[in-house]
């Protein structure tokens, strides 16, 4: 099987996990489910990143020890995971041996190949985002980040030679246009390579200063900086850049982060790499912010959205189907509890939820609550079909190239379509006329493109997923079994050759692998209709109006 792995951030360790964190590492879960779904053997890897200076600050602050306020911290990031059913193959902890060992062979493997050189530096330091910024990058004087005025630190550090290799990386950002998306940070990373020389990268933090890190091995009185120490955790993860592992997967590596940490992806780390003599990773996915209130989430502004409460609000599987849903990836998209609620009442309740209990009602009603045995298409089935193999390309299509919401809109085009096939069929006038060949076979047609939808849901919605392929009598639906990502398929009376029910292959062309016969839900209630205000008050005055 082709490798796949695709690393979220390594998570800073200064403050609890948020939205904003959630998000990042639910998309990272989503397009590792949706890679093995593809055939692919996939992982994604995540872990904390607990060195520099802003963790010294927050735990002088809290009372703490840096050591006490990494282990509590980094602990609620790994227990939020399995909550959100976030299952990443590895999570790595910077203050751990092994990835300590993996920073200091590197080091020792740049400062070898002479790209390390000790000097004296004078800049505008933030502390928020633990690096120095040149003039132009300020705004206003402030750092454009945190918006606060850096302070102006002059000591003597070592640097790495980044700008040696500021040429080769702007050709193969060039070269290679898929190697960071959107297009906006491609070229954003483009605009950072040039003007002028780029800076070399000041890689030291004096132990007078900060002990809390990782010690330079030909420099025992410097830590590393916190960037090249955490960049390598990627590293780590694999067991170092002599594994096997590394070996397997590392070609195949693509990275997913947030638009604030652009530039050390883009730019320190390719540097990085090839300094070492090291392959480039081949993609960088790069998404904008969650706001809240029309601004980024700030502990200080007080509109931190906590992700479990929130996730716990309308179930998991709804909450996850939101944010891939509603922002489109790369560009900032804004939380509030009543976009949450509008989401799932137009898209789950109303579609998608409402057709598995109207299609799962009927085929109890007429067929025995069982799969029934589909006679001839006519014109309107070979017309959803087309629809559907369209709709299935699409999303297939945009998900592989991380447009999350726009894969989801392509296969709500199928629901919808769906919907409004029962409208046009009209399965209780066909029963009423005794057409039963006919109604057999609206109602498998129908319920073939559910189980289609619920298997392409299933890296978004993996919970819900799995139930509606259970109350579609899809062998191991509810418990995983064919619905995983190995290729297994059924044996049951009726179902036609093809690929395995379990993965995407094969789902945009063949029709017919649901099994005729097999039992199913008599009834569907996946997602209740939840009252809002408005609607509560426009029933209540409906309620008082007199005829």
């Known amino acids: 099987m082709t490798p796949y792995y695709l690393t979220a951030p390594i998570y800073y360790v200064n403050a609890k996990p948020h939205l904003g964190h959630a998000y990042t590492t639910i998309v990272a879960d989503t397009m590792t489910r949706f890679a093995r779904l593809s055939g692919l053997d996939a992982m994604f890897i995540t872990g904390t990143d607990e060195h520099g200076d802003k963790i010294v600050q927050a735990a002088a602050k809290a009372g703490r020890t840096p050591r006490e306020l990494a282990d509590e911290v980094s602990a609620a990031f790994r227990a939020l ?94 070269d290679n246009p898929g190697f960071i998306s959107p297009e906006r940070y491609r070229n954003e990373a483009l605009s950072m390579l040039e003007g002028g020389v780029l800076d070399d990268l000041c890689i030291s933090r004096p132990k007078t200063r900060l002990e809390w890190g990782i010690e330079l091995p030909f420099d025992p009185d410097y830590v590393c900086y916190v960037w090249f120490d955490a960049l390598l955790a990627y590293f780590t993860a694999l067991g170092g850049p002599d594994s096997a592992e590394f070996e397997r997967f590392w070609p195949e590596s693509e990275h997913l982060v947030a638009k604030d940490i652009l530039k050390p992806h883009a730019v320190f780390w390719p540097t990085m790499l090839m300094s070492a003599g090291l392959p480039l990773y081949r993609r960088l996915h790069v998404h904008g912010y969650w706001l809240s209130r029309a601004a980024k989430m700030s502990k200080s502004i007080g509109n931190v959205v906590p992700p479990l409460e929130t996730a716990r609000s309308l179930g998991l599987d709804a909450f996850r189907y939101f944010l891939l849903r509603e922002m489109h990836f790369g560009s900032d998209a804004d939380f509030s509890e009543e976009a949450l609620t509008a989401r799932y009442n137009a898209d789950l309740a109303n579609d998608l939820g409402n057709l598995f209990s109207r299609v799962l009602s009927m085929a109890a009603r007429w067929c025995g609550g ?178």
């Open 370 to 547: 069982k799969v029934p045995a589909p006679e001839a298409d006519t014109e309107a089935e070979t017309d959803l079909k087309i629809l559907a193999s369209d709709s299935l390309a699409d999303y297939q299509r945009f998900f592989a190239d991380a447009r999350f919401s726009d894969a989801l809109e392509a296969l709500w085009n199928l629901v919808r379509a769906l919907n409004k096939y029962v409208d046009a069929s009209a399965p209780w006038a066909l029963a009423a006329a005794g057409d039963m060949e006919r109604v057999n076979t609206v109602l498998y047609t129908l319920l073939e493109c559910m189980r289609k939808t619920a298997l392409h849901l299933r890296p978004v919605m993996p919970g819900k997923s799995a139930l509606m392929l259970a109350q579609l009598g899809v062998p191991g639906g509810a418990s995983g079994g064919a619905q995983t990502d190995s290729a297994q398929t059924s044996s049951s009376a009726g179902t036609r050759a093809g690929p395995p029910v379990g993965t995407l292959l094969g789902e945009v062309e063949n029709f017919g692998l649901l099994p005729v016969g097999a039992p199913l839900a008599p009834a569907s209630n996946l997602f209740p209709r939840v009252e809002t205000d408005r609607s509560a008050a426009a029933k209540a005055k409906a309620g008082t109006r007199k005829d």
């Open 81 to 174: 995971w399995p909550e959100l059913e976030a299952e990443p193959a590895r999570f790595v902890r910077t203050s751990g041996p092994e990835h300590r060992a993996v920073v200091r062979a590197f080091l020792q493997k740049v400062h070898a190949a002479g790209d390390i050189y000790f000097g004296e530096y004078g800049g505008n330091y933030c502390y928020g985002c633990e690096r120095f910024y040149t003039e132009k990058e300020l705004e206003n004087g402030l750092c454009p980040q945190h918006q606060v005025k850096p302070e102006y630190i002059s000591e003597k550090n070592y640097f790495f030679r980044m700008s040696a290799y500021q040429d080769r990386l702007k050709r193969h950002i060039l």
